[in-house]
């Protein structure tokens, strides 16, 4: 071990039985449970905020939450001999949600809910809220829709074209229109008047709410993660939700949360979790049926999550990959991820026909 990790480690009340690296930070086991020690990459600001919103969630009494630990100095930010600072977060044993396995999308789904009924009416501070609102999605939509139209126009006056330019041009026209249809339909919502009540009741989004950040727990090793339930079957306690869902998951990386419309987070893991599994009908139908036994959606909202995933954001990403990349050499894998979105466009297509007529 490192001795400027001893070091640090001497900044906690905590006793270290072992260490292992995982990508960008370090996996500590301690008397106290696992607990996750990383380099700080945001300010003492944002760091604030995210404490707010976690500490806010534990007195809820939902405790399966990344929540910094205080060192012996009682701050969340821990520097070392030379300067560098650092944070510890409570960690949780278990796997990534599986997206192919429907029941932990299912899971899942009720989750986010849970969450989402949580994180409404939180006490933040007027400066929190004005350095954590989420960004405008029309400013975001005519933002990437410039850059569609910019990558276009440099492809088409490339005289010797790769295979993924000459593929990207063949797809091109159908995703710019749903990129236009989409953003029309949101200039026409009720966007604004969502954001509105959004900000005036301090509505709070995970804001990266993706497999990557959903911990299905390790049956057994609950009490290791650092808090321990009164019962292995015991359901979640979340103001007044006990029973919705049992405390089989810790919900991570609250680094990307904000004042917003809640329902992005819906979006942003549906999306996925459609993606993954080709866009089957009983799968969506399945998320939002469990979303919103917990947490009824407005026909505004519903609206919303219909025009998120009529924009093509995937499309949208790969171009951008391209064009802040090297041009000269294009990865295979960005050629398959536009095979992919092509091929399923029609599946796509018959999903957001389903909620069409739902809204209508």
């Known amino acids: 071990m490192e001795d400027r990790n001893?070091?640090?480690?001497?900044?906690?009340?905590?006793?270290?039985?072992?260490?292992?690296?995982?990508?960008?930070?370090?996996?500590?086991?301690?008397?106290?449970?696992?607990?996750?020690?990383?380099?700080l990459e945001s300010s003492k600001?944002?760091?604030?905020?995210?404490?707010?919103?976690?500490?806010?969630?534990?007195?809820?009494?939902?405790?399966?939450?990344?929540?910094?630990?205080?060192?012996?100095?009682?701050?969340?930010?821990?520097?070392?001999?030379?300067?560098?600072?650092?944070?510890?977060?409570?960690?949780?044993?278990?796997?990534?949600?599986?997206?192919?396995?429907e029941g932990d999308v299912a899971d899942a789904a009720v989750n986010l809910a849970i969450l989402h009924t949580l994180l409404r009416e939180v006490p933040i501070t007027e400066e929190q809220l004005l350095h954590n609102s989420n960004?405008?999605?029309?400013?975001?939509?005519?933002?990437?829709?410039?850059?569609?139209?910019?990558?276009?126009?440099y492809i088409r006056e490339k005289r010797k074209k790769n295979e993924f330019e000459l593929c990207y041009l063949n797809c091109y026209d159908d995703f710019y229109e749903q990129s236009q249809a989409a953003t029309g339909l949101l200039g026409k919502s009720n966007y604004a008047q969502l954001m509105k009540e959004a900000v005036e009741h301090r509505y709070i989004c995970h804001g990266n709410y993706t497999y990557h950040n959903i911990i299905m727990l390790t049956p057994g090793l609950?009490?290791?993660?650092?808090?321990?339930?009164?019962?292995?079957?015991?359901?979640?306690?979340?103001?007044?939700?006990?029973?919705?869902?049992?405390?089989?998951?810790?919900?991570?990386?609250?680094?990307?949360?904000?004042i917003g419309v809640q329902i992005t987070d819906l979006y942003q893991f549906m999306r996925k979790?459609?993606?993954?599994?080709?866009?089957?009908?009983?799968?969506?139908?399945?998320?939002?049926?469990?979303?919103?036994?917990?947490?009824?959606?407005?026909?505004?909202?519903l609206k919303l999550l219909y025009i998120l995933l009529l924009y093509p954001e995937k499309f949208?990403?790969?171009?951008?990959?391209?064009y802040n990349g090297k041009k000269s050499?294009?990865?295979?894998?960005?050629?398959?991820?536009?095979?992919?979105?092509?091929?399923?466009?029609?599946?796509?297509?018959?999903?957001?026909?389903?909620m069409a007529d739902i809204i209508n």
């Open 135 to 153: 960004a405008d999605l029309m400013e975001v939509f005519d933002k990437r829709n410039r850059e569609l139209r910019r990558v276009r126009s």
């Open 6 to 39: 001893l070091e640090l480690f001497r900044q906690y009340n905590i006793k270290i039985y072992n260490t292992y690296r995982i990508r960008g930070a370090f996996i500590l086991e301690t008397d106290k449970g696992l607990k996750l020690l990383k380099s």
């Open 222 to 258: 609950l009490g290791y993660s650092g808090w321990k339930p009164s019962g292995s079957e015991e359901s979640l306690s979340a103001a007044g939700l006990r029973g919705s869902i049992k405390a089989n998951m810790a919900t991570t990386n609250f680094d990307k949360a904000c």
């Open 45 to 101: 600001v944002r760091i604030d905020f995210e404490n707010t919103v976690l500490e806010y969630l534990t007195v809820q009494n939902y405790p399966c939450v990344d929540l910094y630990v205080r060192n012996n100095s009682n701050e969340i930010i821990t520097e070392d001999g030379s300067g560098n600072k650092y944070v510890l977060k409570n960690w949780f044993p278990g796997e990534e949600c599986n997206l192919r396995d």
């Open 273 to 301: 979790v459609m993606e993954k599994n080709d866009w089957d009908l009983d799968i969506g139908s399945m998320v939002l049926d469990n979303y919103t036994r917990i947490l009824p959606v407005d026909k505004d909202e």
């Open 316 to 322: 949208w990403k790969i171009t951008n990959f391209y």
């Open 329 to 354: 050499w294009v990865p295979q894998r960005n050629i398959q991820k536009l095979i992919g979105i092509q091929e399923q466009r029609e599946r796509k297509k018959q999903f957001l026909n389903c």
